[in-house]
């Protein structure tokens, strides 16, 4: 079975640019996460879906950042403009159902922002 | 928020040890999650154990929520067991807000 799928793998661009990270669910899967990773922070929730619906957004750290989820088998994070600070890994994470389910992990899209 | 806690936040173990891996959490949970981030980056789902004990080969994980803990047991380690290890609870009550814990670096050497 697919796992959950995040594309690209690595994106450097310069500061101001905008990015956009992509992500595909495990199908049948109706919550999605959006996560992202740094050394000084550690793993932090971002935004979180359920049935393409935003659920809760207050870990998206300024306006600079939107996500969106069209479809059930998609959802985009958008930084724009980027700086250098939004440099991480960013991962997406996919369940079945809202709560008391586990959360399956992509590979991380890794951002670096020059 | 809730807060969690793991212990040790550093493990170097000889090839064929055990270990045992514990997670404090501050609040009554949900769920609680096991995950192992391997060097690549990967986040792997080793466990989902809210409560009990559970196996799955070298592995085994056991959550006493009464008592706000869970343990991960690592038994005759092998260098592929190196990497991070992340426990992940979510409130009770509350949907998949899920925090993560800062991890226990694992390094099994040869």
């Known amino acids: 079975d697919a796992g959950v799928i995040q594309s690209p793998r690595h994106e450097v661009t310069e500061m101001g640019q905008e990015v956009t990270l992509r992500c595909k669910p495990i199908?049948?899967?109706?919550?999605l996460f959006w996560y992202r990773q740094t050394m000084m922070r550690g793993l932090e929730l971002l935004i979180y879906f359920n049935n393409n619906v935003p659920i809760d957004d207050s870990g998206m750290p300024e306006d600079r950042f939107s996500a969106k989820m069209p479809n059930a088998s998609f959802s985009t994070l958008k930084i724009q403009p980027s700086e250098p600070r939004d440099s991480a890994v960013y991962f997406c994470?996919?369940?079945?159902?809202?709560?008391?389910?586990?959360?399956?992990f992509g590979d991380g899209t890794r951002l670096s922002i020059l | 928020g809730i807060q969690v806690e793991q212990s040790p936040p550093d493990l170097i173990l000889q090839e064929g040890a055990n270990s045992t891996l514990r997670c404090n959490f501050s609040d009554s949970v949900n769920n609680l999650q096991w995950f192992h981030q391997n060097p690549w980056g990967q986040l792997i789902n080793l466990f989902y154990?809210?409560?009990g004990t559970k196996q799955n080969g070298r592995l085994s994980a056991t959550t006493v929520a009464t008592e706000r803990y869970s343990l991960l047991y690592i038994s005759s380690s092998q260098t592929t067991d190196s990497g991070v290890y992340f426990c992940?609870?979510?409130?009770?009550?509350?949907?998949?807000?899920?925090?993560f814990g800062t991890g226990t670096k694992l390094q099994v050497i040869p």
């Open positions: 199908s049948g899967h109706n919550s």
């Open positions: 992940a609870v979510n409130l009770y009550g509350g949907y998949q807000k899920v925090t």
């Open positions: 994470a996919s369940s079945l159902g809202l709560t008391n389910q586990p959360q399956h």
């Open positions: 154990i809210p409560s």
